[in-house]
């Protein structure tokens, strides 16, 4: 089945550095991967949506200059936190959106996350 | 803006029950529902994917339900097992423009004891 691949899957940083979060798609091609970032007991809440070749389309409240998106490729997407703080500390995932195919469109798949804490 | 509520909360069973989660969304606008598992630290499992055309979907033990028009759906666990203790997910998509990323629910945090 389609698998998609988050690294790290833990890490520690120091406040004021940049961290680089992978999310990749195994077996498929994905034109869209999306990024959420979820606070503990709190819903999982979309920060961005990610599109092959273009800029990534932001949601509301989220900085772009902070969460730096790159989807190069049909297969891989990043997530680039700069100048972290501790309150960026949180539990990142990334999915993506089979492209191509009978219904195609309608799965979504979930990498496994990715734990930031920044100290 | 849509909104995702889950009850419960949290739920501790014994092992053999039937149990029902539910989801309820403000907006019934949407293009499908999902339900999804996450264990402690991991990513999301999908388990059942319903279009918004579908009234139900059923995998195994697994049973889902949709009533767009009431902004509700549940999730049906049978014969339940202490390997089903995870955090269960609600998450719909939007119909149509705008992101089109998911809005989930915080969760059902589900125990099901031996």
């Known amino acids: 089945g389609a698998v998609v691949s988050q690294h790290p899957s833990r890490v520690i940083c120091k406040s004021g550095t940049s961290v680089k979060i992978e999310c990749r798609s195994l077996?498929?091609?994905?034109?869209?991967m999306f990024w959420y970032r979820q606070f503990p007991k709190q819903s999982l809440m979309l920060m961005a949506t990610?599109?092959?070749?273009?800029?990534?389309?932001?949601e509301q409240g989220v900085e772009k200059d902070k969460f730096l998106i790159n989807h190069a490729s049909l297969t891989l997407s990043t997530l680039t936190v700069t100048s972290a703080h501790p309150e960026d500390s949180s539990f990142y995932i990334c999915?993506?959106?089979?492209?191509?195919?009978?219904?195609?469109?309608?799965?979504?798949?979930f990498g496994e996350g990715s734990w930031l804490t920044v100290v | 803006k849509q909104e995702v509520t889950q009850i419960p909360a949290a739920l501790s069973v014994p092992e053999g029950e039937n149990l029902v989660l539910n989801c309820s969304f403000t907006?019934?606008?949407?293009?499908?529902l999902q339900w999804f598992r996450q264990d402690p630290g991991k990513g999301l499992t999908s388990l059942l994917l319903?279009?918004?055309?579908?009234r139900e979907q059923t995998s195994g033990r697994l049973n889902a339900s949709l009533d767009k028009s009431s902004g509700r759906s549940t999730l049906y666990i049978a014969a339940s097992q202490p390997g089903d203790s995870a955090t269960y997910l609600c998450?719909?998509?939007?119909?149509?423009?705008?992101?089109?990323?998911?809005?989930f629910g915080k969760g059902t945090h589900l125990i099901i004891q031996p």
């Open positions: 077996d498929f091609q994905a034109t869209t």
């Open positions: 990610s599109n092959e070749g273009s800029k990534a389309t932001y």
């Open positions: 998450a719909v998509k939007a119909l149509g423009g705008g992101a089109d990323g998911l809005t």
């Open positions: 999915s993506a959106r089979r492209t191509g195919g009978r219904n195609s469109g309608n799965t979504i798949y």
């Open positions: 907006d019934s606008a949407i293009y499908n």
């Open positions: 319903i279009q918004s055309s579908q």
